[in-house]
């Protein structure tokens, strides 16, 4: 991580909604490096570098994750607690991303160390505005530990 | 409640017999028969003691006359006190046992034994005490059993709507996804449509067929959940191996271009189900292993059924990818998906085949390996008639 650009986990199953993001993030032409899995059990190999991924190097680690709540096999906030859990991985800020604005998952999204949560609209401009706003906030603006 | 009925009968009766005793006037008759006898008693008493004195000469005229006297009131006051100690006392623990009947104790208390009438009337009214407590366990437990059914049908209906609340929200959820994918794909259509490919643009165009499709399933799968949890089930003797057949024939004309191979079971049996559900449930099964064969062999689906005393346990083998044991639990979770949205199903299948086999008394599990192929099997009840005959071939 550092100058040779900044690694972002981008964990969504929908693979329009990940297209979409990943459109809005090459826009604001910061995340150059984007890795897109699909499901809970793949993003937690990369982060643990297990199954695929046991080679450190093509699993970098990521300087944001942007993790969607409800994934196949293991759901957003398994993995954000497991992520928040670990001592090495818990100060990579976490975004959440789902459709549903329920209250209790916000809360719980929260509780276990999400550090934002984002509602996708459905009109797509305000999506991609969305996560450029992410983007610039968690990618450039603050500043990380490292 | 039969019980409390029959406890209050019991405690009527009592009662209205003690006001029978009371309303008939033998109380009167026995107080004047006690009185009576007290009278007669102090007669002869004096009559004695007039008749010892003249004969013994013992006192003058008069003096004997006077000890007869005083003979005749202390024998009056003898059976008199006798005569209301008799009707007082048994009053008295008359009215302590009524109040404390009163006062909300029910234990029978001592009988005082009295031969005559007013012994009957205190046992009256102890064994009302007795009929009241009686009545009053009775209507105790009744309402025991009241408030335990309330409990059942109240856990019951905070089951159904947790269920309803997560099938509003994964709906409403899976929904929302679907419109922004279509929001966004039209969008991008309608700002890029001049520097858009034709292939580009056709694909996108196909993705919001796939999207639109795959919105009318999520709300079709939707119906049928509200459907099955509505509508009681009409279970009646159905043939399983002629609606595997039926089921498998418009399985195949929807998989066209994929060869099964099924293995029926050699028996005939007879379940008892509604057949139409039965039938929704082996499509879902079916379908399944199609739709998750392994590319590289050809698909194999073997259904083999074992009868038991009382049911019949079913169980659908294919060759496909097989699911990790690891989501077992979760695969009959409500739109539960292990692969990504596509336009052949929502995650719901499995949902409504577990919901149609338990509503009608059978269980349903999965034994599977990864890359070596699903097997789900269910049991479903047999008909009456036919666990009756096992039984009585087994006792042969």
């Known amino acids: ?146 | 409640m039969p019980l409390t009925a029959r406890a209050a009968i019991r405690g009527g009766t009592t009662i209205s017999r003690s006001v029978r005793i009371v309303d008939s006037g033998r109380l009167w008759w026995t107080l004047r028969r006690r009185l009576l006898a007290s009278h007669a008693l102090a007669i002869v008493f004096a009559a004695g003691a007039w008749w010892g004195a003249r004969t013994l000469h013992a006192f003058p005229e008069w003096g004997g006359a006077l000890l007869a006297l005083g003979i005749a009131c202390v024998g009056w006051f003898i059976p008199s006190w006798w005569v209301e100690r008799s009707i007082t006392l048994p009053l008295v623990r008359l009215r302590d046992g009524v109040r404390r009947i009163g006062e909300g104790d029910l234990t029978p208390s001592v009988p005082l034994r009295s031969p005559d009438v007013i012994g009957e009337l205190v046992e009256a009214m102890t064994s009302t005490g007795q009929r009241l407590g009686e009545l009053h366990y009775g209507l105790w437990q009744a309402n025991r059993e009241l408030e335990q059914r309330v409990d059942e049908r109240t856990r019951e209906l905070i089951e159904r709507n947790r269920m309803l609340e997560s099938l509003v929200n994964t709906i409403s959820h899976d929904l929302r996804a679907t419109a922004v994918s279509m929001h966004a794909l039209a969008g991008a259509l309608l700002e890029e449509q001049e520097s858009l490919q034709t292939a580009e643009s056709t694909r996108m165009l196909q993705r919001l067929l796939t999207l639109t499709e795959h919105q009318e399933l999520l709300l079709r799968d939707l119906l049928t959940l509200v459907r099955i949890g509505k509508e009681r089930p009409e279970p009646r003797e159905v043939d399983l191996n002629q609606l595997l057949r039926e089921v498998l024939e418009e399985c195949r004309a929807d998989a066209a271009p994929v060869a099964v191979n099924l293995t029926l079971p050699n028996s005939h049996p007879v379940a008892w189900a509604d057949p139409s559900r039965l039938r929704e449930v082996l499509r879902h099964l079916i379908q399944n292993a199609i739709k998750f064969r392994e590319s590289s062999r050809e698909l194999a689906i073997e259904i083999s059924v074992e009868e038991r005393v009382g049911w019949i346990q079913c169980a659908v083998r294919d060759n496909g990818i097989g699911i990790d044991p690891a989501y077992h639990g979760k695969i009959f979770d409500l739109f539960q998906r292990l692969q990504e949205i596509d336009a052949e199903g929502t995650g719901a299948g499995l949902t409504i085949v577990k919901q149609i086999i338990e509503q009608s008394g059978g269980r349903i599990w999965i034994e599977s390996t990864k890359g070596q192929g699903t097997t789900v099997v269910f049991t479903m009840p047999r008909p009456v008639a036919l666990t009756e005959h096992h039984y009585l071939e087994a006792g042969r």
């Open chain 1, 1 to 146: 991580m550092g100058s040779n650009g900044i690694a972002l986990l981008l964990v969504e199953d929908n693979p329009d909604h990940a297209e979409l993001t990943m459109k809005a993030l090459q826009r604001g032409k910061l995340a150059n490096r984007i890795h897109w899995v699909k499901d809970g059990e793949e993003a937690l190999h990369y982060l643990f570098h297990e199954g695929r991924y046991t080679n450190q190097q093509e699993a970098p680690r990521p300087g944001l994750i942007l993790l969607d709540i409800r994934l196949p096999k293991v759901d957003g906030l398994e993995i954000l607690r497991r992520v928040k859990g670990d001592d090495t991985l818990r100060t990579i800020p976490v975004v959440m991303l789902t459709t549903s604005d329920r209250g209790e998952e916000v809360a719980e999204s929260y509780r276990l160390g999400a550090n934002s949560y984002i509602t996708k609209p459905v009109r797509f401009t305000e999506f991609i505005e969305k996560i450029e706003t992410v983007e610039i906030y968690w990618l450039l603006t603050n500043r990380l530990p490292n």
